[in-house]
T-cell receptor, first 110, second 112 residues
Framework: NAGVTQTPKFRVLKTGQSMTLLCAQDMNHEYMYWYRQDPGMGLRLIHYSVGEGTTAKGEVPDGYNVSRLKKQNFLLGLESAAPSQTSVYFC?????????FGQGTRLTVV | DAKTTQPTSMDCAEGRAANLPCNHSTISGNEYVYWYRQIHSQGPQYIIHGLKNNETNEMASLIITEDRKSSTLILPHATLRDTAVYYCIVRSHMDSNYQLIWGAGTKLIIKP
């Protein structure tokens, strides 16, 4: 029972590079989310999806794009990475109440 | 901004009950109280949620005051593995999204 799986777990990018973070869930959840967490702070919502083919902006969407082509996958893209995007990224999925989180992707932009 | 207020940190002796308070004085009638925890460097873990009745599951108990302006999460027999940051969050089930507004939480340290 994998739950929510994020890949990769760690990544170092140079400023201006692009990358895609993958989130996969095997619980058939409709809702999926991408959060970022900076040191000593709570999570902030980047983008979310309420179903396959739908996405919406969260609290801090600038500099990120997302896609939900399949129900089980939610991709987070950084088109041109900036040092301010150095953070830990968490994906989550939900059936409507309690959310299940992945183990995070630690991204450093140099 | 987070709609909840929690102490920054707390200590508890191993084997004792850990009682974590949360104030949510502006909570509205359709908002639930959720608790999550985050063990160092891991993803947050859902613990429990409730509307107005007290709730209990295999992890914890949630006590909500009658006026719903505050609540307490109780870990009945704390172990060292319960050391984590605990987040109290209010959220409406009327929302079509799941935008949890996270505060800084309470850092709970369980001491041997």
């Amino acid at each position: 029972n994998a739950g929510v799986t994020q890949t990769p777990k760690f990544r170092v990018l140079k400023t201006g590079q692009s990358m895609t973070l993958l989130c996969a869930q095997d619980m058939n959840h409709e809702y999926m989310y991408w959060y970022r967490q900076d040191p000593g702070m709570g999570l902030r919502l980047i983008h979310y999806s309420v179903g396959e083919g739908t996405t919406a902006k969260g609290e801090v969407p600038d500099g990120y794009n997302v896609s939900r082509l399949k129900k089980q996958n939610f991709l987070l893209g950084l088109e041109s990475a900036a040092p301010s995007q150095t953070s830990v990224y968490f994906c989550a999925s939900s059936y409507g109440s309690g959310a299940f989180f992945g183990q995070g992707t630690r991204l450093t932009v140099v | 901004d987070a709609k909840t207020t929690q102490p920054t940190s707390m200590d508890c002796a191993e084997g004792r009950a850990a009682n974590l308070p949360c104030n949510h004085s502006t909570i509205s009638g359709n908002e639930y109280v959720y608790w999550y925890r985050q063990i160092h460097s891991q993803g947050p873990q859902y613990i429990i949620h409730g509307l107005k009745n007290n709730e209990t599951n295999e992890m914890a108990s949630l006590i909500i005051t009658e006026d719903r302006k505050s609540s307490t999460l109780i870990l009945p027999h704390a172990t060292l593995r319960d050391t984590a940051v605990y987040y109290c969050i209010v959220r409406s089930h009327m929302d079509s999204n799941y935008q949890l507004i996270w505060g800084a939480g309470t850092k709970l340290i369980i001491k041997p």
